[in-house]
């Protein structure tokens, strides 16, 4: 076998675009979305796709784990510790054919391309692809990351069930051939995991507008999100004159606003703030809204910046209350850290971006990811390829060819890069 040296091995790229298509097809609708969420049929037509492919390229049999990872283990130099690259298989209703599947099917084009030049690299590696990335009907997300990191137990896990059928996730998982009551055997030991790539289309507009092609991820957005709660006095819609109501529903519209302008003001690229949930209640024409829920959605990767838009967010909170004469209670429902990608694996990245004649640019990742979760058992990176228009999560999902292309051979360099340079898991 030939050394791992060699910066003209590139990936075939008609190979590569082929199987998307060919995973694409799985899930497609009449719209031209792809439905394929969490244990559906069509996330287990997916599973038996990826199995077989890797089955008949590597001779080896697919690995499932017990919260119904996929994984491809491949051998290398048992002394040294795994290189991991994957992404997740499921998609979001009506979602696009990239958003995730791009990240396995170029994980293994990689290492097919490795197998086709002979060349055998000295850490062991293993393709992986994630149960459940997306929200989905059991109502949680990164679910095969999250297990393996530790962040879910068994006893977690059993308390979820299908939001319609009322199937419990554990059954559900069962048919995707896992097991939750091992669910502690899929944990990861940090000494059996080297590095962990995931390349993923960018979800955002920044690549598209710059020109460029690919970008290294630096790090993944904190998410914060509040239930927000108004209550206010339903009342006729007739009788009711315009001084005398409390509508909670206007006065959650106003703290709406109240939420855009608050992050609107801090003129940043790496901060964003949605009201994507609104429940009114009674929710009739003719009584004024009593009560009405909304969830607030905020990304941003600064503790400072953040402290004072929520400091914002009081007064303006206390600012309506008085006003409207309604009660704002506000729930913290998530608060998940900025989570910072490995050096060493950014420096690989950047790498392999001036490897193949691109610019080493950098970009905050404004969605969350599975390296998120894997961040925690050992050094993770991301690689972003441009998504055209900024579209995501949407049938309408697309990134060229050319610049898909561009992302794998800069990702295969890191990954020759890692393989030279990496020797233990002593840095994390």
């Known amino acids: 076998m030939s050394k791992p040296t060699n910066k003209n091995v590139t990936i075939h ?5 082929h199987n998307i298509e060919q995973l694409g097809k799985i899930g497609l609708n009449k719209d031209g979305g792809i439905d394929r969420v ?9 599973r038996n796709w990826i199995s077989r ?3 008949q390229v590597f001779l080896k049999k697919t690995r499932v784990d017990p919260i119904a990872n996929l994984w491809m283990d491949l051998e290398g130099d ?3 510790p795994a290189i991991v690259m994957g992404s997740h298989h499921d998609a979001v209703p009506c979602g696009g054919r990239f958003d995730g599947a791009l990240g396995v099917l170029m994980a293994t084009e990689i290492v097919e391309t490795l197998k086709d030049r002979r060349i055998r690299l000295r850490h062991p590696l293993s393709l992986v692809s994630f149960t459940g990335e997306e929200p989905n009907p059991f109502n949680i997300s990164t679910v095969g990351s999250k297990v393996i990191a530790g962040r879910l ?6 308390k979820y069930s299908h939001r319609e059928t009322k199937e419990l996730l554990g059954d559900a998982i069962k048919r995707m051939g896992g097991n939750l009551d091992l669910a502690e055997n899929a944990l990861i030991n940090k000494k059996n995991v080297a ?3 995931e390349c993923h289309i960018e979800q955002g507009d920044k690549l598209d507008k710059s020109g460029l092609a690919i970008a290294t991820v630096t790090k993944i957005t904190g998410i914060y999100r509040e239930k927000i709660t108004v209550s206010g006095e339903a009342n006729h819609a007739g009788t009711t004159m315009m001084n005398s109501r409390k509508d909670a529903y206007l006065a959650a519209c106003e703290y709406s606003l109240a939420i855009e302008k608050a992050v609107k003001n801090l003129n940043s690229d790496e901060a964003t703030a949605t009201v994507g949930f609104v429940k009114v209640e009674p929710n009739e024409a003719n009584i004024i809204s009593g009560k009405t829920t909304l969830i607030m959605d905020m990304r941003i990767s600064d503790k400072v910046r953040k402290a004072g838009i929520l400091h914002k967010l009081d007064r303006e909170a206390a600012i309506i209350e008085g006003q409207r004469k309604v009660t704002i209670q506000r729930e913290v429902i998530l608060d ?6 490995s050096d060493t694996v950014i420096n690989a990245f950047d790498h392999g971006a001036v490897c193949i004649g691109e610019p080493a640019a950098h970009l905050v990742s404004m969605a969350g990811h599975d390296a998120a979760n894997i961040s925690m058992i050992t050094r993770t990176g991301m690689i972003f390829v441009k998504s055209v228009n900024g579209k995501s999560h949407c049938k309408e999902e697309l990134s060229y060819p050319e610049d898909i292309e561009k992302a794998a051979n800069a990702m295969l360099q890191a990954l020759l890069y890692l393989d030279k340079e990496l020797d233990g898991n002593d840095i994390i």
């Open 38 to 46: 969490l244990c559906s049929d069509t996330d287990l037509e997916a």
């Open 336 to 341: 998940q850290e900025c989570i910072p990608m």
């Open 78 to 80: 048992r002394n040294l």
């Open 153 to 158: 137990t068994k006893e977690d896990l059993h």
């Open 53 to 55: 492919y890797w089955e």
């Open 195 to 197: 590095a962990f790539l």
């Open 13 to 17: 790229i008609k190979r590569l675009m």
